[in-house]
Every structure is written in C-alpha cells, then in structure tokens.
C-alpha cells in the first residue's frame, strides 16, 4: 500500500480560522537554505526545481530496493528575520532568509537519500541539499486559505494576540506547509498550514 503521510501525521493537519496547539514530532527533511523575496529569487526557484526531483528519485527507490511506496510530501519552508514585523505588519520579503524543505519518510536510510541525489544530479541546487532532523515540539499552528500576501493579520494576531495571553514566545522559526500547487491554484484558493513553535507558558507572577 502506498503510504500518505499527511493523513498519519496529526501535525499535517488543521483547520481554517482555528490556531491550535499542537505537539509536533521530530521529523527527518531534506533542506535547502537561501535569502531574499521567494517571487524573485532565483536561489529560491532552483531550491523548488532541486527538491522536488531528489524527492520523486528518493520515493521510487524506496518502492524499488526496500518494497515501501509512498506519497511525495509537499514543499515546506521555514521564515526567518532580524525584525519579525518584515512577516506581519511591515512584510518586506527581501529581508526573508528562508530554508526549503521537503519531508523523508523515517524508514528512508541516508544512502538511499545519496542515491535519489545522484539521480537527481542536474538538479540546479543540487550542491546545497541536506538531509536534517527538526524538532520543533509545541507549536501554534492554522490552516490559511488564500493568497501568500494575506497571511499578515494572521500572523499579526497569533504573535501579538494569541501567544502573549498564553505566556509563550516564539521557540523557533516560521513554518509553511504548502498544501496547493501555486502554479495551478488561483491565489484566493490556496490552502497554507501557518506553524509557529512556542516556548512553555510562563508562570504566574
């Protein structure tokens, strides 16, 4: 059986409108890191054109040598900033710095992941994949439908409404798990889960 892993991973879903707490697992992706506005950069646009080939390479070798298909997860990045007002109410993305990413099921070895890089060896970016293990632990997260440049408020909100009446601050970095194609999904329709790890609530004074 061909195996889904956004159905098996609780922290794969979530719900419009809802920011959830969730606890999430540390998981095993292979990364690409960079800087600059996504919509110009090149870096970012060979990272998308890299990753994704090394991770179809990686899926039909896993069918092939160790008998266990599975679905393509799909693209992921981390946000990160001096300033984090450059993601809510001052977006300026070409002060981002940004690491792709695209999630390894656990049972992958790494010299399967050195074979999907050799077949994928004409990727653009193909010198700067790693393979790295994130654990983010405790995080907020929701499900945002809609274009990219709409996510401010949202973020705005969580990070000046919901997480100081909680007693957290940010413990890691900007997580989006890019749930639509953007080449094929009209910008309204784009579905976008919005993760931020947290610290544990303060106690009271």
Not at 148 to 166: K, T
Request: hydrophobic fraction near 40%; aromatic fraction near 8%.
């Amino acid at each position: 059986m061909k195996v889904d892993l956004k159905k098996d991973l609780p922290s794969y879903s979530a719900k419009r409108g809802v920011i959830e707490l969730v606890d999430v697992p540390r998981l095993r992706y292979l990364m690409i890191d960079g800087s600059g506005d996504p919509n110009t950069s090149v870096s970012y646009r060979h990272a998308i054109e890299t990753l994704f080939p090394v991770s179809y390479s990686l899926k039909f070798l896993s069918k092939r040598e160790l008998g266990r298909d599975y679905v393509v997860m799909p693209l992921e990045a981390l946000w990160w900033a001096d300033d984090m007002e450059s993601f809510t109410s001052a977006r300026d993305k070409s002060r981002w710095s940004w690491t792709a990413m695209i999630l390894v099921p656990d049972w992958i070895p790494d010299d399967l992941v050195g074979k999907a890089k050799a077949v994928a060896a004409g990727a653009p970016a193909i010198d700067r994949v790693r393979v790295e293990e994130l654990t983010e632990g405790r995080c907020y997260q929701t499900l945002h439908v809609g274009s990219y440049d709409d996510e401010g408020p949202v973020l705005d909100h969580l990070h000046h409404v919901v997480m100081p009446a909680a007693g957290v601050e940010p413990s890691g970095r900007h997580h989006e798990i890019y749930l639509s194609d953007a080449r094929r999904t009209e910008p309204a329709k784009l579905r976008t889960i919005l993760r931020q790890p947290v610290t544990a609530p303060r106690p009271p004074v």
